[in-house]
């Protein structure tokens, strides 16, 4: 869709509206020009059809059973930390040796993203945190959110990108989180709202179906109560604007994900909730609807006790949907503008503890993947003889450096003004 | 522009209950103010609500026999809950058993049976005993609902659902460190009871090292298991000596203890350096604030609130029940923004409030002066759980041990969505024999039959928002009844109840001003 207003768009479509009385207001609020920055002008300068997938992993995963040390003394302390949630090492899959010198190789259960590795669409990023690391998931989690460890703040890093970037969008669908229909903070703006998608398939509004003639007239009526601006009511507006956000973004889905079929050679399994999200991410992506960040999230990663099977099917859902996922951009010839990331809270203890499980940790390797990365390892694996005073691995590569590539290399948009300072680039892209 | 009688009464009842016809509104404006929280604050006087005998039953069925009904037990045991909020005569105990789902947020999805979330619904009225794991209507050792919140960190810690949810039944004794599992000890500290940092100092309110020390304390508190010859599920506490820590231990300062007590102790009376208030009054006063009143509390309101906790001025201690005195009963700072102007209609409703209060209100029977039971019918029971999950709060199933988040987070697209097509799915989808909206009973009641399109928007708005229209939106209402169908045989008089009054009730409830109560 291109830069028309939001009740031009609501004409187009056929709804027009019946009552006096319409303020407007609501419609103007995305027009509001973004302060003259220089990151707006530069953004303004770089439109391109890139779409970045984020996928959160929820619950703080295990990174040291994800990147695991095969050789030299991490290999062998990481043995005698983990008695019984070591992965016997003719399970690992070798991914090659790292900087220092550490032989690295993946859990057994993501052998569907090794092969994306292998052909170096894959990039393994060690050892990530910030500075006096939160073991609370929500604190920490809003940290990663908001790329600020000092104090969270009530937008997101996205959130800030697609205000900064968009300060005259109109695209109902500029950025969509598939999150099991939460808004997660990392996408929340001050200007944009952005929509959550339970089902792409549910996302409708219904009325009546034993009365089809009078389906118009309470269509027009609902955007019509919708209307009426009470400024002083902040609640009641935001209230009011989400629900023509709500029925603006579901028409523009519908006409959109008509576009998608699905191939019978790539199956998105049924029994992966990851895989569903991303199902849903791929059909937006094939209605061109000028999409640029999508989210998606699997949780069930804190595993305090009898860790190793579910950490394993977590682990197999994430390599299945990403593997699943990226054949089908493929197919669909979009793979060369996707990037794909993951971020967890936290990592967990080195040290398991007591009951086959891990407690909350610090630092962890987190992935990227797509068609555009220089795959490889950045990074070194955590020292294991150099630990916390609570037995954490310490970080080596801030979170932040991830987001500043993401931002520079990707989105194109001057990543230090977003995220408060400048950050070190990592040659991923 | 101070709110009237009407006003006060109709804003306390949204928020102490799930909201009221207007003629309960009109009996407690009679009754008066005080009496009217009195009555939600003395539920005792008031009956309790039955217990589902179908669910009952199945408390005691073998695990096996129990598991092919699972689905069944949930769907009943949502109905059942949903159930009570419509029809209490205990309003503010609903209100209270959902608050406590919320904080202490519990999810069958992480345990090994559900009858265990059923236990502790029980638990969190005050209805159920850990150390026997049995439900005793009341208990009269149980702190909860509204009691000692010091017993009410301890009757949680003992909840069989707890203790599966975050772990501590394998917690045992390890080292002077930590014990095997930390999990429990940090959720406690951090969700249920004081948050990471001093609501109004924003000072840390423990280290890391603290919450290792804690799970020490809690080692040993466990489940009774394999009770032999019986194939029953995990519904009993038991404190299993051989595997505590005896301490001592070092938590929030202090040094001592050899048991959970002293843990309990050291946080119900945790207070920052410098400051007037306990953490945790300052952390439920907030709470308990923004679930009743509305967000961002001024901090005299959380510190009064705490003052009431910690009995600053010579009252018990750690009183749930003194607390929610103060916000209700005017004549105080609290209650004084609790009745303000900010705080009318500025509280986003939940899925729970919002499907609860149509329920109460639309399925009133003004003969009866009661709303009418939820029905048991399946396609019912199957709408309101697929409702709540796309609303965004299946209880029993909150996302994570952190709760849902409230307030505007209730308000995004698909959650609107979820909420618009509950809406026409109960008002227009749904029969009043399948549990849908009786239509039909309302505009006999209140002599509906032959009123004109004004007439029949202004009953609406009175019954569903209980705040005047704008002319505009009235004057949009009054156009949709009078609008056609653009198809002909729609358009018979026959047709006006279903088609156009059902059609009103759907589209007040899409209206900013149905989504706040």
């Given at each position: ?6 009740r031009?768009?609501?004409?187009k ?5 019946v009552t006096?009385g ?8 995305h027009?509001?020009?973004a ?5 707006t002008q ?8 890139r779409t970045?997938?984020?996928?959160q992993?929820?619950?703080g ?14 290999a062998?302390?990481?043995r ?6 070591e992965i ?18 993946l859990?057994?259960?993501l ?9 170096g669409?894959?990039g393994v ?11 609370s998931?929500f604190r920490?989690?809003d940290?990663w959110?908001t ?6 703040d009530?937008t997101?890093?996205?959130?800030d990108?697609l205000?900064?970037?968009f ?9 969509v ?13 001050d200007?944009i ?6 089902n792409?398939?549910t996302?409708?509004f ?5 009365f089809?003639?009078?389906a ?7 955007l ?9 009511r ?7 604007e989400?629900?023509?956000e709500?029925?603006?973004s ?5 006409q959109g994900i008509q576009?998608?079929?699905?191939d ?9 909730p990851?895989a ?6 791929a ?11 999508l ?7 804190d595993?305090?006790?009898g860790?190793?099977n579910r950490?394993?099917?977590?682990l ?5 949907a990403v ?7 493929q ?7 996707i990037?794909?990331m ?5 990592g967990r ?5 007591g ?6 940790g610090?630092s962890a390797p987190?992935?990227?993947?797509g068609t555009?990365?220089n795959g490889?390892?950045?990074?070194e694996?955590?020292?294991?003889t150099d630990?916390s005073?609570v037995d ?7 979170f932040?450096?991830?987001?500043a590539?993401?931002?520079?290399r990707?989105?194109e948009?001057d990543?230090?003004e977003?995220?408060g300072g400048?950050?070190?680039?990592i040659?991923?892209l | 522009?101070p709110?009237?009688?009407?006003d006060?009464?109709?804003?306390l009842l ?6 009221a016809?207007?003629d ?6 009679a009754r008066?103010l005080e009496?009217?929280?009195d009555?939600?604050?003395?539920f005792e ?7 589902d ?5 199945m408390l005691d069925l ?22 009570a909020?419509i ?7 609903e209100?209270?058993t959902l ?5 202490f947020?519990?999810s069958i999805a ?7 979330m059923?236990?502790q619904?029980e ?7 850990p ?14 609902p509204?009691?000692?919140f010091?017993?009410?960190?301890e009757?949680l810690t003992?909840d069989?659902?707890?203790?599966f949810?975050?772990d501590?039944?394998l917690?045992?004794k390890?080292?002077?460190?930590v014990g095997?599992n ?5 959720e ?6 004081m948050?990471v940092?001093?609501?109004v100092?924003?000072?840390?309110n ?16 466990t489940i009774?298991?394999g009770?032999?010859n019986?194939s029953?599920f ?8 051989r595997?505590h820590?005896?301490g001592p231990y070092?938590?929030?300062?202090q ?5 959970a007590?002293?843990?309990f102790?050291n946080?119900?009376r ?7 208030q306990s ?9 308990l ?7 961002d509390?001024e ?12 009995g600053?001025h010579?009252?018990?201690?750690y009183?749930?029940?003194?607390m ?8 105080n700072v ?6 303000s ?6 509280h986003?409703?939940?899925?729970t409030?919002y499907i609860?209060?149509a329920f ?5 029977d003004?003969q009866s ?8 019918n ?11 999950i796309?609303m965004?709060?299946?209880l029993?199933?909150?996302?994570d ?5 409230e ?5 995004n697209?698909?959650?609107d969505?979820?909420?618009?097509n509950?809406?026409?799915a ?6 009043a024999?399948?549990g849908g909206i009786d239509v039909d ?15 029949i928007?202004?009953?609406f708005?009175?019954?569903?928002l ?8 009235r ?6 009844l009078?609008?056609?169908s653009?198809?002909?045989t729609e358009?018979t008089p026959?047709?006006f109840v279903?088609?156009k ?10 209206m900013?001003?149905?989504q706040l109560s």
């Amino acid at each position: 869709m291109g830069k028309t207003t939001r009740r031009e768009f609501i004409k187009k479509s056929g709804f027009t509206l019946v009552t006096v009385g319409l303020s407007g207001r609501a419609f103007m609020r995305h027009l509001a020009m973004a302060a003259n920055s220089t990151l707006t002008q530069a953004a303004a300068l770089s439109e391109n059809d890139r779409t970045l997938v984020v996928i959160q992993l929820a619950g703080g995963n295990d990174g040291l059973n994800t990147v695991i040390p095969l050789s030299g003394q991490n290999a062998s302390l990481y043995r005698q930390f983990r008695s019984t949630l070591e992965i016997p090492e003719g399970e690992i899959l070798s991914i090659g040796t790292d900087a220092g010198g550490t032989g690295l190789g993946l859990h057994p259960s993501l052998a569907p993203i090794k092969e994306l590795y292998d052909q170096g669409r894959m990039g393994v990023i060690q050892s990530v945190g910030y500075p006096n690391p939160n073991r609370s998931h929500f604190r920490s989690m809003d940290i990663w959110h908001t790329a600020n460890p000092d104090r969270p703040d009530a937008t997101g890093w996205l959130g800030d990108y697609l205000d900064a970037a968009f300060p005259s969008n109109d695209n109902p669908l500029i950025a969509v989180s598939l999150a099991g229909g939460r808004l997660p903070l990392t996408l929340r703006a001050d200007r944009i709202a952005v929509p959550a998608i339970g089902n792409v398939e549910t996302y409708q509004f219904q009325t009546d179906p034993r009365f089809p003639g009078d389906a118009q007239n309470r269509i027009q009526t609902f955007l019509a109560l919708n209307q009426e601006g009470a400024p002083q009511r902040v609640l009641y507006e935001q209230i009011r604007e989400t629900a023509l956000e709500a029925f603006e973004s579901s028409v523009t889905l519908q006409q959109g994900i008509q576009r998608y079929t699905p191939d019978p050679n790539i199956t998105y399994a049924a029994n992966n909730p990851l895989a569903r999200a991303m199902q849903q991410a791929a059909q937006i992506i094939a209605g061109d609807l000028g999409t640029r960040i999508l989210y998606v999230s699997i949780g069930g990663f804190d595993t305090h006790q009898g860790q190793a099977n579910r950490h394993a099917q977590l682990l197999g859902y994430l390599a299945d949907a990403v593997n699943t996922f990226y054949r089908d951009m493929q197919r669909l010839g979009k793979d060369d503008r996707i990037l794909m990331m993951t971020w967890s809270e936290f990592g967990r203890k080195v040290r398991e503890n007591g009951n086959q499980g891990t407690d909350h940790g610090a630092s962890a390797p987190q992935f990227v993947f797509g068609t555009p990365i220089n795959g490889g390892i950045f990074g070194e694996h955590p020292d294991l003889t150099d630990l916390s005073s609570v037995d954490d691995t310490k970080f080596t590569i801030d979170f932040r450096s991830i987001y500043a590539t993401i931002l520079e290399r990707w989105l194109e948009v001057d990543a230090t003004e977003l995220l408060g300072g400048s950050f070190e680039l990592i040659p991923f892209l | 522009m101070p709110l009237d009688k009407y006003d006060q009464i109709a804003h306390l009842l949204r928020r102490a209950g799930f909201g009221a016809h207007p003629d309960e509104i009109e009996q407690k404006v009679a009754r008066g103010l005080e009496a009217t929280v009195d009555d939600l604050i003395n539920f005792e006087k008031y009956p309790d609500v039955e217990p589902d005998e179908d669910l009952v039953s199945m408390l005691d069925l073998p695990v096996d026999e129990f598991n092919r009904m699972r689905g069944t037990f949930i769907g009943g045991l949502e109905r059942w809950w949903l159930n009570a909020m419509i029809t209490t005569k205990r309003p503010l105990v609903e209100k209270m058993t959902l608050f406590w789902h919320n904080l202490f947020a519990t999810s069958i999805a992480g345990l090994p049976d559900p009858r265990q979330m059923y236990l502790q619904n029980e638990n969190f009225r005050g209805n159920f005993e850990p150390e026997t794991g049995q439900i005793m209507r009341p208990n009269p050792r149980s702190p909860f609902p509204l009691g000692n919140f010091r017993l009410i960190l301890e009757y949680l810690t003992k909840d069989p659902a707890m203790l599966f949810w975050l772990d501590n039944w394998l917690n045992r004794k390890l080292n002077s460190e930590v014990g095997t599992n930390e999990n429990y000890a940090r959720e406690l500290h951090e969700l249920f009871s004081m948050g990471v940092e001093d609501v109004v100092a924003k000072v840390p309110n423990y280290t890391e090292r603290d919450i290792r020390q804690a799970s020490r304390a809690l080692t040993g508190w466990t489940i009774l298991r394999g009770r032999r010859n019986q194939s029953t599920f995990p519904r009993q506490f038991v404190f299993d000596a051989r595997n505590h820590d005896f301490g001592p231990y070092e938590h929030l300062g202090q040094r001592g203890g050899t048991n959970a007590d002293f843990i309990f102790d050291n946080i119900v009376r945790h207070r920052n350096p410098g400051q007037q208030q306990s953490a945790v009054g300052r952390f439920l006063g907030y709470r308990l604030f923004i679930f009743f009143g509305y967000d961002d509390p001024e901090p005299e309101i959380i510190n009064a609130l705490a003052d009431v906790f910690d009995g600053a001025h010579g009252e018990q201690p750690y009183s749930i029940r003194n607390m929610l005195r103060t916000i209700f009963t005017p004549g105080n700072v609290v209650s004084e923004a609790f009745y303000s102007e900010r705080a009318f209609k500025a509280h986003v409703k939940s899925p729970t409030e919002y499907i609860v209060g149509a329920f109460r209100l639309l399925n009133f029977d003004r003969q009866s002066g009661e709303p009418d039971s939820l029905s048991k019918n399946r396609l019912l029971v199957r709408t309101l759980i697929n409702a709540m999950i796309g609303m965004g709060q299946y209880l029993l199933f909150p996302p994570d041990v952190s709760g849902w988040k409230e307030g505007l987070n209730w308000i995004n697209t698909t959650f609107d969505l979820a909420r618009f097509n509950f809406a026409n799915a109960i008002a227009t989808g749904l029969q009043a024999r399948q549990g849908g909206i009786d239509v039909d009973r309302i505009m006999d009641q209140n002599d509906l039959r032959g009123a004109s399109a004004s007439e029949i928007v202004d009953f609406f708005a009175r019954l569903l928002l209980q705040a005047p229209l704008s002319p505009g939106q009235r004057q949009t209402l009054i156009d949709y009844l009078n609008a056609p169908s653009e198809n002909a045989t729609e358009n018979t008089p026959r047709n006006f109840v279903n088609m156009k009054v059902r059609g009103l009730i759907h589209l007040i409830m899409t209206m900013p001003e149905f989504q706040l109560s």
